[in-house]
């Protein structure tokens, strides 16, 4: 009875596997985006104030940054929780793909999440003439919040892993 039980609990890892199909859509979608928001740049650029074009382009970094943390909890969940991609003869074989463990990939995610905020407090710093001051104490304290979070968990897997 244990047996077949622990069989069928180790194969509803497969369960995870359209998540991550999911992901992969989500960054279609975020690839839409992208080029909307590049083709808008592109239209306007002759008549944008400096700012308002540092703006847009703080845009596609932050969408850019977006797709790199979805590749990287796409394929990396996927291998750490499903199955091992089978890459043999896969010229392009991403360096970091199977030595991130669930620990490393927690880490890179926060430190993600920082750079991904600091792109948002950054836009709204270059705006601040038309943002509420009250809004921006809280994209400060959000901010302060995600990397105090990163802080933490990097802090604790380092005394985890030095026992």
Known sequence: MEKPLEQLLYRTRWLLAPIYLGLAFALLALIIKFF??????????VHMSEAKMILSLLTLIDLAMVGGLIVMVLMSGYENFVSQLDLDGEKEKLSWLGKMDSSSLKG????????????????????????????????????????????????????????
Do not use: P, R
């Not at 909307?36 to 650029?45: A, P, R």
């Open 36 to 45: 909307q928001e590049s083709f808008h740049l592109l239209i306007d650029v």
């Open 108 to 163: 890179k995610i926060a430190a993600s999440i920082v750079a991904i905020s600091s792109i948002h407090l950054l836009k709204v710093f270059m705006n601040v003439q038309n943002t509420d001051e009250d809004k921006i104490y809280w994209y400060v304290v959000l901010h302060l919040t995600f990397v105090g979070s990163a802080f933490a968990m990097g802090f604790l897997d380092f005394k985890a892993k030095h026992k």
